[in-house]
Structures are given as C-alpha cells and as structure tokens.
C-alpha cells in the first residue's frame, strides 16, 4: 500500500477504519484459532438464546410453531394515513361486524333462477344458517349463538338473494313446488314470465337491495328501484350468480365459525358451485402462502448445499482432502441468522407478516457469498501453513473487512428502510427482520466458520475422513498427491471453483484490462440501460390487486371469479359516515346535513340512498325547530319499531346526550387499484366540502386506496435515502470516489429494476419495495467488492484497466458466486403458488443478474475505458506488459511475543 502521506485526504478516514479493520480481524482470527470450540460454542450460544423468543411472536395466525400476523389492517397499512386514522375512529365507536359471503353460481350453464338453484342455494344457506357448529372453550355454537342483531328480539343479520326471491322455511318450499309447475309449463310460463312472478312478491322498499344480491354481469344496466316489474325482471334474467351473507359478533368462536363454514362450502357439492369469503379469509390465505413456501425452503436448502459441495467440498488447502461437512455447515449459518432473527423480533414484541416467510430464502441468498469469500481467504494462504493462530489471523484478516463492509452497508440500507417505513408495520418488521439476518449472519460466518474451519484443518492435519472424522485414512497426506483419494469424493472434484477462478481472472480481467471493443461494449450496455430505464420511470405503475397474495388454485380465487363475472368488476361497499355530536336543532347543520345525503345518493354509483336516522328526524322538524323540538322529535323516533333498525347507529353518553350518530351509504366499488382510488378520491371529496363535522370511513379506504396513492412515492423516497445511508455508510470504508462509484452502480441496477418492472407492467406495490430495498442492500456487496479490491493494497497511481483487471483476478470469482447464490436462494420461489412470490422472484433475479452484470463487467469496462481516455490524453502507453508481474503488497500478519497482532 502507498505511503499514508501519499493518500488523499478524501481516502485517509477509509484507509484508517481499514487499517483498523484489518488488526481486529487478525486478532479475531488469531483468538479463533487458538480457541476455536470456545468461539464456535459462543456463537452456537447465542443463535441458541434467540430461538426461544420464535415462540413469542404475536398474531392470529399459525405457520408450523410459529404465531403469525395475517390482519392486513395491522400488517399492510399505512398507518399515518387520513383514512386508516378515520377508520379507526369510526370502529372504535362503532365496532365492525365478521362476516361470511357466499357466492352461488349454477353448474353447466343453468339458469341461477330456476328451482333447482333456488332450493339448493337455500339448503346451503339453511346449513350454516341452522346445522352447521362448531366447539369453543367446552361450549358448542351455532350461527344464532354468534350473530348479530339489531336487539335481542330481532333476529340475525342475514341477506340472501334466494330467501328474496321464495321467502324462507315453508313459504319458500310452496313458491318453489310452484315455481316448479310454472317451468313443467314452460310454454304457458317462460323464464321472462316465471322471473317476473318471483320478482313480483319482492316488496317493492327491497327493490333497490336487488342489484346488490344478484350478479347479472350489468351493474349500469340496472333500471331503478322505481322500475317497473316487467324491467326489474328483464334485467334480473341474466342472473349468474347469487350472494348470500352472514353477519357475526367479533370474537374466537366467530372465527372458528368461519372457518368451518368456509371448509363446509369448500367440500359441498351439488347443483350449485358455492365459493366463499369470510372476514378471516385473506389472512388465513397468508397462512397458505407461508406453508407452500416450506417445501420450496427445503428445495432451496439442498439446492444450496448441492451447490456449495460441488463447488468446494475439494478445494481444500490441503491436498488431497476433501471438506463435505464444512461446505454443508457454511449453508446453514444463513438459516441459524434467519431464525434468531425471528425470534429477536419476538423478544421484541414486534410481529412478523407474510413476508417474513422470505427471510430464510434472502438469509440463504445474501449469507452463503460470505462462506466462499471466506474459504477463499483460507485457501489463499498455502498449504506450508500450519499455525492455525497464523492462519486465522490471515485469513480473517482478508475476508473480514470485505464481509464487514458489505454487511454494513446492506444493514445500513434496511435499516433507512425500516425507520422510512415505521407507519408501514408489514414492512417494518421485513425490514427489521433482514438487518438481524445480516449481523447474525456476519457473526457466524467471521466466528463461527472460521471455528469450524480450524477444526476442518486439525482433522486434515490428522489425516481423518471428512464424513467419518474418528476414523483415520488408510492414506497419509504427506505422499498423497493433490486430488482426494476416495470415489466418494471425486464425485465432487469437478475443479468447478479452481475453473471458476480461473476463468475470471485469466479471461475476464484481461479482457476488462485490455480488449477496447469488450471496454466499448460494456459501457455502452451500461449507459443505455441506465437512460432506457430512467426514460421509462414516468410510466412506472402503482397498486396490486389482492388476489397476489393468494395461491392460484385456492377456493377464494373462484369467488373473486365469480365476483367480477357476475358485478362487472365492482363490489358493493357499505361507507360509513360517522357525525360527531349532530347538532339536529340548528338549522343550518340540517340543511347541510339534507345537502349531503341528497349529492350522494344522487350520484351513477350510488346503490341507493344513504341510510341514515338524523336525516329522517331532520325530514320531521319544522326550518324554525330548535334543540328541544329536534330532542323530542328524535326520542320519537327511537320510542317507535325503528329503534330495532338504528339503536346501533346511535351512541349516548353518560347523561343521555347524543355523542355521535352513523349513517351508512351503499355504493359501487371498483376492484381496479387505480379506479378505486380515483373513485375513492372523488367520493371523499365530496364529504369533505359538506359543511359538517362528518367522517367517512372504510377498511379498503384505509388498507388499499391510501397505499395506493402513496406507495410509488415511499419506493422513490425510501430508496433514495437508502442510497444517501449506504454513501454515508461507505465512506467509512472507501475513498469518496470509489464510494460514489458504488453507489452510482447500485442506482443503475435500481434504475435498470424500474425499467424491467415498467415494461413488464408490474407495478409499485409492497412486493416491488421489498424487492427495490433488497436491490440496494444486496447489489451494493458486489459493487462494493469491486471498488473495494481495486483500491485495497493497490498503488493508487495504476490506471483504472490496470487496477479493474486485479480487482476481477482479486474477487471477480466470489462476486459471480455470490450471484450465483442468490440466484438459488430466490430462484425456486418463481415456482410458489401464490402471484405474489413470484413477482419477487422474478424481480430478485432480475436485480441478482443485472447486479452481477454491472459489477463484473459494465462498471469495469466504464472504468477501463475511462482509464484507457486519461493515459491516451496524457501521451502515456497503456499496454498489458504495464500490469504484468505486478503484485500487490499483502500485509502480512504475525504474532509478535507479546501476543499482539502487528504487520510485518
């Protein structure tokens, strides 16, 4: 290394912490060596201490042992938001209710309003409705144990389309047999005819309630709840399907009800396809996703440890061994990380969501490169070592400031992302969970490993077997030559590493150092990616629909079919409009109130008018009424039948004066992300220029149209401060330019990230800023590397091809494995059931490939050919002969007598 009064000032702080480094780690490493059972029995301490807190996690959820959190209000929301912060004030006062929906659609093309379907819709409602329980706490419970009144004389809340049409119990089976004898009489009695005498038994107030009950597949099409029978019947004869619902009181045994009721439908066959949703359903689809990922974590698992083997279970330094169990120890660090992670957070009280079930894929993708720069460190040092104090100190020394440089400044990525994201607890606890993988991953791979690795060494010192090590070889490694000797272990003496290496550094580095068109065509790749993708940005989506984060093949997949098939892509929504302490005797506040309830149900989407009690006391006082009139006229009102309907849209405080009031307004949704924000943003706007002190809330206004609106802006802005932390970060540990230059890559990658996702027309969404964060914090390691060999121990007078060809011959072979790996960590998810995963997938290999392409040839030959520029403007000859023979000047380190670790 160059002289300290030859550095600039921009390079004496990294040289310094460097410096600093290099001591630690030779002391670590020496320590290790001398006591490696106590180091590995320290760090297996340690792993062993977190896993118990895995038994702590919080959530309503079950994945394996484990307690996940599957609320997607808790989980997915932004919880700063206007409309989460409405949402919860409007529940906090009036409780939401759980329900089961059933979608009942008929089999091979039948008519949804013949007897046959009727009566089967009715069995399947009658089921739930009378038969169906279930056991909680020694008791058993039916569904008129767990529903919802409106008081206790009422009876349970309950909508169904065919009780609509036939009524219930035995007025139902007499409109049936009739119904039955109108379609033997199909003559005197078509279905335009026998659709219309159902619908002539409707009362005419339900009317409206049609459109709701019934999928036609032309919800614009409806003609009105003033229509006549002969319209309402014509439009209602292209009935696909029917919608039935249940309402319950929140608590376990409704949830266990749920459940029961949705794996009854699922199993039920008859005329009738039913499909279901319940209150409970997408989080118990997030259940599902954790599951599958199980078995893809074991394929994952062994892929990995196949790989490893084949690429180091012989490249020992040591001639003639073979280290199979140390290639299978070094890919379980990354598992042993992610679950002392898991349980960190729960020693923490901080739950853990679907994407947690990633840690262990992103463990094993971001820890095992530490594993082969590691082995590579070791194999460096020849086999004419047998100091193992020497050794490790060595060793450590070398692979420790890399591993501890990119470990840094990946934490330092997820750690600006989990304090941007503190309002997003889904994302949060993913964020927090990643930055305890990397340093338990760090501390395994610098103690642990190298622990084993001394123990590796002692038994090939021993001439022991690598899987039988308490038995001795029947061959002495002094005389053996430098290929293991058993059949065994030349099934794995591929020489795939040596090969690797050799490629890099005798074809890649050469052709980086030397070759103009390989120089040309590298930056150009990199610049037109880099200006196609930031071209590209404006267009960059937003939004996802919810049926990512359901396995394809789920029952819930049939009844979103069946949803947007029979309701035109809409669903129903009940908005709630909480008043705040309504001023009924004031004049003015009525009028605004009548204004308001008047514009909404005025409008195309509207279901039917707002449903709303102060409205209809405001419709009975005089314009000159007071508060005593409005008093009296509303005891009135709730002195009659129709405090059945509206006690629980009525909330009073100690004294009797009325705290608040809810209004309820049945309107049509999209289910597009975009066009329900667009129609969520229209219809609050509407609210918020009424005059009044009105709330409208809705769980999707708080959970989909609020990240929706701000979820492109969080990725821009979470990444761009990942960037300014890992600048910072690297600055510790490079000279400023070479900082700026790894940073430049990874927001080239990012840039390129966006450009892939834009053209592919995936969109912003929780998936896509998982993956954006995860591009800077793993992209950065091979960048980092690459600046980092090309500055380390280098005489900063070399030009750029010079020190970009001996960086490539340096670590251009661990960067293309740590490619490689992540590849195989993320890689099989592409094959998991659910959407969601694998747009991950497919987005991590896209930063994975585009990380190691920019890495390990665009930013070298960019580098190369600008270096190649500054000799030839400078009249210097810039030809291989110049970089041949020139060797970097290790440091190396010996024990000195006292025991302290100094460079010679």
């Not at 597949?217 to 002969?230: E, L, N, T």
């Not at 118990?284 to 599951?291: H, M, N, R």
């Not at 607890?425 to 084993?452: D, E, I, Q």
């Not at 149900?601 to 419709?619: E, H, L, T």
Request: net charge negative; charged share 15%.
């Amino acid at each position: 290394m160059a002289g300290d009064s030859s550095l600039a000032l921009d390079a004496w702080l990294s040289h310094r912490i460097v410096a600093l480094e290099e001591r630690f780690f030779a002391w670590l490493g020496a320590w290790v060596g001398r006591r490696p059972k106590a180091a590995a029995a320290l760090v297996m301490l340690v792993y062993a201490a977190l896993f118990p807190g895995t038994f702590l996690l919080q959530g309503d959820g079950k994945l394996v042992y484990m307690n996940l959190d599957t609320e997607f209000l808790t989980t997915f929301t932004l919880t700063d938001t206007p409309e989460y912060k409405n949402y919860k004030l409007g529940t906090s006062i009036y409780p939401e209710v759980r329900f089961v929906s059933l979608a009942e659609s008929p089999r091979n093309g039948q008519s949804a309003l013949v007897a046959d379907s009727l009566r089967a819709a009715l069995d399947v409602e009658s089921h739930i409705s009378s038969s169906l329980s279930i056991s909680h706490d020694g008791k058993q419970y039916s569904f008129e144990d767990l529903c919802v009144r409106a008081s206790s004389k009422t009876p349970c809340r309950f909508s169904s389309a065919a009780s609509m049409l036939v009524g219930s119990g035995q007025v139902a089976e007499n409109r049936l047999r009739q119904l039955e004898l109108m379609e033997h009489n199909s003559s005197h009695w078509p279905l335009s005819k026998r659709v219309a005498w159902l619908v002539s038994e409707i009362p005419p107030p339900q009317w409206a309630l049609v459109q709701v009950h019934f999928g036609t597949g032309r919800v614009d099409a409806f003609p009105g709840a003033g229509a006549s029978v002969d319209a309402l019947a014509e439009w209602l004869i292209n009935s696909k399907v029917l919608l039935a619902s249940f309402n319950l009181q929140d608590g376990e045994a409704s949830k266990l009800f749920e459940r029961e009721a949705l794996r009854w439908v699922t199993g039920s066959s008859g005329a009738l396809r039913v499909s279901a949703t319940t209150t409970a359903s997408l989080g118990d689809e997030c259940v599902k996703i954790g599951t599958s990922a199980i078995p893809l974590l074991g394929a994952t698992i062994l892929t990995m440890v196949a790989y490893v083997v084949i690429h180091l279970g012989a490249e020992t330094r040591i001639p003639g061994h073979t280290q199979l169990m140390l290639a299978v120890a070094g890919c379980f660090v990354p598992l042993l990380a992610s679950a002392g992670s898991l349980g960190l957070l729960g020693y923490m009280g901080i739950k853990i969501n679907i994407l947690g079930c990633m840690a262990p894929f992103l463990g094993l993708a971001a820890g095992i490169d530490c594993f082969f720069l590691m082995v590579t460190s070791v194999n460096s040092i020849g086999p004419e070592e047998r100091d193992h104090e020497q050794l490790m100190a060595c060793a450590v020394s070398r692979g420790g400031v890399a591993a501890t440089t990119t470990t840094v400044t990946s934490m330092a990525a997820f750690i600006t992302s989990a304090i941007t994201t503190i309002h997003f607890p889904g994302f949060f606890s993913f964020s927090l969970a990643l930055v305890f993988v990397l340093f338990l991953n760090w501390l395994g791979m610098l103690v642990l490993m190298p622990a084993v690795m001394v123990l590796n060494e002692r038994r090939m010192l021993a001439n022991r077997r690598d899987l039988f090590p308490c038995v001795r070889r029947s061959r002495n490694t002094s005389t053996a030559d430098d290929r293991p000797h058993s059949i065994f272990a030349c099934c794995f003496n591929l020489d795939l590493g040596r090969r690797g290496r050799q490629a890099v550094s005798h074809h890649l580095a050469p052709l980086i150092e030397r070759n103009l068109a390989c120089q040309l065509v590298g930056a150009t790749v990199w610049m037109g990616f880099v200006v196609a993708s930031a071209v590209l940005l404006p267009d960059l989506g937003q939004g996802m629909p919810d049926r990512y984060f359901i396995i394809d093949d789920s029952p819930l997949q049939v009844y979103f079919d069946d949803i947007e098939q029979g309701f035109d892509k809409t669903v129903p929504m009940e908005l709630g409009l909480l008043l705040q302490q309504p001023q009924l005797g004031d004049s003015s506040y009525r009028a605004a109130l009548l204004n308001l309830m008047t514009e909404l149900g005025n409008r195309s989407d509207a279901i039917m008018p707002p449903d709303c009690w102060p409205v209809y006391v405001a419709q009975t006082l005089q314009p000159s009424a007071g508060q005593s009139e409005a008093e009296a006229a509303t005891e009135k009102f709730f002195a009659s039948s129709m405090h059945e309907l509206y006690d629980w849209d009525l909330q009073k405080d100690g004294s009797g004066t009325i705290e608040s009031a809810r209004c309820r307004f049945f309107v049509w949704q999209p289910m597009d992300s975009k066009k329900r924000s667009d129609h969520a943003g229209n219809l609050l706007a509407v609210v918020a220029q009424a005059d009044l002190p009105v709330v409208a809330y809705h769980e999707s206004l708080a959970i989909h149209v609020a990240r929706y609106k701000r979820i492109k802006q969080m990725v821009l802005d979470s990444a761009a401060c990942s960037f300014i932390a890992v600048f910072a970060a690297l600055l510790f540990f490079l000279p400023v330019r070479n900082a700026i230059l790894a940073v430049g890559n990874v927001v080239a990658v990012v840039a390129v990230l966006f450009g892939c996702m834009t053209l592919s027309g995936i969109t912003c969404n929780t998936i896509s800023f998982s993956v954006c964060v995860m591009a800077i914090g793993f992209c950065v390691d091979y960048s980092c590397h690459i600046v980092h060999f090309a500055d380390h121990n280098v005489d900063r007078k070399l030009p750029w091809n010079a020190r970009m060809g001996h960086s490539l011959r340096e670590c251009g072979f661990d960067v293309l494995q740590g490619c490689a790996t992540a590849f195989l960590g993320v890689g099989l998810l592409a094959f998991h059931g659910a959407m969601a995963f694998r747009i991950f997938a497919a987005l991590a290999l896209i930063i994975t490939g585009v990380g190691g392409l920019f890495a390990l040839w665009c930013l070298p030959a960019l580098l190369a050919l600008v270096g190649r520029i500054q000799e030839a403007l400078r009249g210097s000859s810039v030809y291989p002969e110049q970089t041949e023979g020139r060797a970097k000047a290790d440091v190396a380190i010996v024990i000195g007598s006292s025991g302290a670790i100094v460079p010679s």
